[in-house]
C-alpha cells in the first residue's frame, strides 16, 4: 500500500489524513475554531468550516424548511427524492440532489468560488447571506427542501432542532443499521477520488470504528437525533432505511403525514413507484449522462445495490460482535425515546 502525503495547498486548508498507509482525507472541528465550533467532529475534505460555523451562528429556520438528516449513505438520496415528490407531485421532474441542496456544501463551495456544483448537482452554491434571505417558494407546495449530514449537536442552522420546532420547521432523519451503512460507505469512499483513500474494509472499518470518516461515529450521530426526535416530535420525525424497503408506500405516507401534506392513496402510490431503487437508479444514469455531454463531472456508482444486509459478505464474527456492542450501548442510552436500529 502506498504511502500518502497531503499537499501545502490541503495542510493550509486544515485537511488531515486519517492514516498515512491508506489515506483518507478530512476537516475536523476543534476547540477554539469558533464559539459554537463541536470539537473533534470530522467533515468531508472539501468542507470550508468558517462557512459552516456562519450558518449555525446566522441561519434561522423557517415555516417552510424541511430538513433532511441522515448519517451519510443511509438514505438521504431517497429522502431528498420522497420529499420533493410529495412536494411537487408524483408525476412531476426531480433531481432530489439539486432540489433538496446539502447545505454545509453549498457555503463551502461558494466560499471556494465554485461556479457550480458540477459533481453533485446543478444548483449553484449559495453562501450564508443568500440562504438566509430566501423566502418560500411559489412553487413545490410552498416548501423549501435542504440535506444534512451534521450531528443534532452541529445542525446547520441557529439554534438546533429547538430552534426548528420554535420555528415550525420540519426535520427528517433516517437511519440505517450501522453495519450496513459501514459496507456502503467503503464503497462511498472509494467512488470519491478526493478522499484519497487507497485502503481496503479491513482499513476503512478501522477508520469507521475510530469516528475517522466524515460526520465522524454513526452511534453518537444516531443518538443526538433520537433525543432530538423524542425532545420535539412533532418536529422530528425518524425513518428507517429497512422500513423503506419493506414497505415503501407506508413509509412515504408517515413522510407525507409529518409534513401536513394531505395526499391521496393514489398520490402516495405513484411518490412510491417513482422512488423505487430501480427507477432512481434509471433516472440518475440518465441525469449523469446529460451531464458528461455539457462537460461536467459525476459521482460514480451513486447508486450500487441498494439491498440489506450486505455486511454479511464481509464482518467477520468478532466484528459483528463489536459492531453490536456499539449498538446495544447507544440503544440502552436512548432507550427512553424508544429507539432502535432495525435488524438486518
Known sequence: ???????????????????????YKYVEEADGDHPLACAGLVHPFDFVLP?????????????????????????????QQIVMLLLRGGSADVNPM????????????????????????????RDCAALC?????????????????ATAEAAPWRGGPAAAAAA????????????DAAVSMLHHTKNIP????????DDFVALFLRGK?????????????????????STVLVVHFEDLKRDLKAAVGRVAAHLGLERSDAELEAVAARSSFEVMKAEAAARDAETLKKGGSIKKDHFREGKT??????????LQREFDEKTAALEAAAAAGGHAFRAV
Not at 434571505?133 to 449530514?149: F, I, N, Q, V
Not at 415550525?168 to 453495519?179: I, L
Open 1 to 23: 500500500m502506498s504511502s500518502h502525503v497531503l499537499t501545502p495547498e490541503e495542510e493550509a486548508a486544515g485537511v488531515k489524513l486519517a492514516d498515512p498507509a491508506c489515506g
Open 51 to 79: 462557512a459552516v460555523y456562519e450558518l449555525r451562528e446566522k441561519l434561522a429556520p423557517k415555516p417552510h424548511d424541511v430538513f433532511i438528516a441522515t448519517y451519510p449513505k443511509c438514505g438521504t438520496t431517497w429522502m
Open 133 to 149: 434571505a430566501l423566502s418560500a417558494p411559489e412553487g413545490d407546495s410552498g416548501r423549501r427542501a435542504w440535506k444534512t449530514h
Open 168 to 179: 415550525g420547521s420540519k426535520v427528517v432523519v433516517v437511519c440505517r443499521n450501522p453495519k
Open 213 to 233: 470518516v466524515e460526520s465522524s461515529s454513526i452511534w453518537p450521530w444516531h443518538r443526538g437525533w433520537w433525543e432530538a426526535a423524542a425532545a420535539h416530535p
Open 98 to 125: 439539486a432540489d433538496a441542496p446539502w447545505l454545509e456544501m453549498s457555503v463551502s463551495r461558494a466560499a471556494k468560488g465554485s461556479a457550480a456544483m458540477k459533481s453533485l448537482s446543478s444548483t449553484p452554491p
Open 309 to 318: 444486509g450486505g455486511w454479511r459478505e464481509l464482518m467477520s464474527p468478532e
Open 194 to 201: 478526493g478522499f484519497g483513500f487507497s485502503g481496503g474494509w
